[in-house]
C-alpha cells in the first residue's frame, strides 16, 4: 500500500528565513513525487515533480526539493521565504494512483 | 482550452438526496480523479480512471459512485447524500503518456453541505 505523511500540520517562518516542509512516503516500488500548493478560497496549484534523475529538483516560486531515496522523503525547501509564501502545502506520491497528505500549513511572519 | 471544468460550484442537499457532481476536461487526459478536502484530513482520494471504460476505487470510496464512458467526462454520484458528506470536492486529471505522470490539473472544487 502506498501512503504519504506530513508530519507538521503548521510551520512558522520569519520572512528571509529558509524554510522547510517536509513530507514522507511509504511506497512499494519507484515513487512519483509532487508538491502542489493552495491559496486561501483557491484551487490547488502544481509546485514541482520527482519522477527520475536528480535528486534535487526545482520548481516554480523558487522552491525546490530534495529526494532522499533512503530516508523516504522528499522536503519542500525554499532558501528565504517571503510572505506570500503563506498557503497550504500538499505533498503526493503517485504509484498506481495519486494520493496527498494532510497538508502542512505555513506562515511566513513579516 | 478551458481546462478542467466542475459544476455546480455550490450544492446544498437535504439527507437521503442524490446528486451527480460534473467534471470534463478537454486536455485528452487518460488520468481522472476525484478528492474530497475537509478541514485536517487534506485531500483524499474517492475515485479515480486511467482511462474510458476503467474505474478503481480510492482512499474513501463509500457511498459515492463513478462511471467514465468518455475520454473526456468524469461524473462523481452521492447515491444517498449524507452530512458526513459535507466537503469540497475536487476534480482533477493528467496524461500518463509513456508511463510517465505529469502534474495534474485541479478544477475549481464544488462546495457541498448536507443538512
Known amino acids: 500500500a502506498q501512503s504519504v505523511a506530513q508530519p507538521e500540520d503548521q510551520v512558522n517562518v520569519a520572512e528571509g528565513n529558509p524554510l522547510t516542509v517536509k513530507c514522507t512516503y511509504s511506497v512499494s516500488g519507484n515513487p512519483y513525487l509532487f508538491w502542489y500548493v493552495q491559496y486561501p478560497n483557491r484551487g490547488l496549484q502544481f509546485l514541482l515533480k520527482?519522477?527520475?534523475?536528480?535528486?534535487l529538483v526545482k520548481g516554480s516560486y523558487g522552491f525546490e526539493a530534495e529526494f532522499n531515496k533512503s530516508q523516504t522523503s522528499f522536503h519542500l525547501k525554499k532558501p528565504s521565504a517571503l510572505v506570500s509564501d503563506s498557503a497550504l502545502y500538499f505533498c503526493a506520491v503517485r504509484y498506481d494512483k495519486i494520493i496527498f497528505g494532510k497538508g502542512t500549513r505555513l506562515h511566513i511572519l513579516p | 482550452n478551458a481546462g478542467v471544468t466542475q459544476t455546480p460550484k455550490f450544492q446544498v442537499l437535504k439527507t437521503g438526496q442524490s446528486m451527480t457532481l460534473q467534471c470534463a476536461q478537454d486536455?485528452?487526459?487518460?488520468?481522472m480523479s476525484w478528492y474530497r478536502q475537509d478541514p485536517g484530513m487534506g485531500l483524499r482520494l474517492i475515485h479515480y480512471s486511467v482511462g474510458a471504460g476503467i474505474t478503481d476505487q480510492g482512499e474513501v470510496p463509500n457511498g459515492y459512485n463513478v462511471s467514465r464512458s468518455t475520454t473526456e467526462d468524469f461524473p462523481l454520484r452521492l447515491l444517498s447524500a449524507a452530512p458526513s458528506q459535507t466537503s469540497v470536492y475536487f476534480c482533477?486529471?493528467?496524461?500518463?503518456?509513456?508511463?510517465?505522470?505529469?502534474?495534474?490539473?485541479f478544477g475549481p472544487g464544488t462546495r457541498l453541505t448536507v443538512t
Open positions: 520527482y519522477i527520475t534523475g536528480d535528486n
Open positions: 486536455m485528452n487526459h487518460e488520468y
Open positions: 482533477a486529471s493528467t496524461f500518463l503518456s509513456s508511463g510517465l505522470t505529469h502534474e495534474q490539473y
